[in-house]
Nanobody, 124 residues
Framework: QVQLVESGGGLVQAGASLRLSCAAS????????MGWFRQAPGKEREFVAA????????YYSNSVKGRFTISKDNAKNTLSLQMNSLKPEDTAVYYC?????????????????WGQGTQVTVSS
């Protein structure tokens, strides 16, 4: 069982930066592919970014590409999401997720472990 705890959310103005962190309890963190997803009010949860277990491959949604950076520190069991140039449309609850399954990396159904989420609000 993997427990994930997100932190770092908050209220910022458009153009600002935030860094989200996700601490994992699992000692085999290095074997996990991981991702960030978000859910805005009234909308479905959507893919934001993902990273392979060894950090070699990174994936981003078109809406955040060039602004967000995902990283993984296997020594500290921590996943991060650096968010720059934030926009009001980035407002959502952000979830950290990990998977042991194969499949399309941006498909949330392939992730079997989820954090509780952290709120990010970007004002205009």
């Amino acid at each position: 069982q993997v427990q994930l705890v997100e932190s770092g959310g908050g209220l910022v103005q458009a153009g600002a930066s935030l860094r989200l962190s996700c601490a994992a309890s699992q000692g085999t963190f290095g074997t996990l592919a991981m991702g960030w997803f978000r859910q805005a009010p009234g909308k479905e949860r959507e893919f934001v970014a993902a990273i392979s277990s060894n950090s070699i491959s990174k994936y981003y949604s078109n809406s955040v590409k060039g602004r967000f950076t995902i990283s993984k520190d296997n020594a500290k069991n921590t996943l991060s999401l650096q968010m720059n140039s934030l926009k009001p449309e980035d407002t959502a609850v952000y979830y950290c997720a990990a998977r042991t399954r194969s499949g399309t990396i941006y498909d949330l159904s392939t992730y079997n472990y989820w954090g509780q989420g952290t709120q990010v609000t970007v004002s205009s």
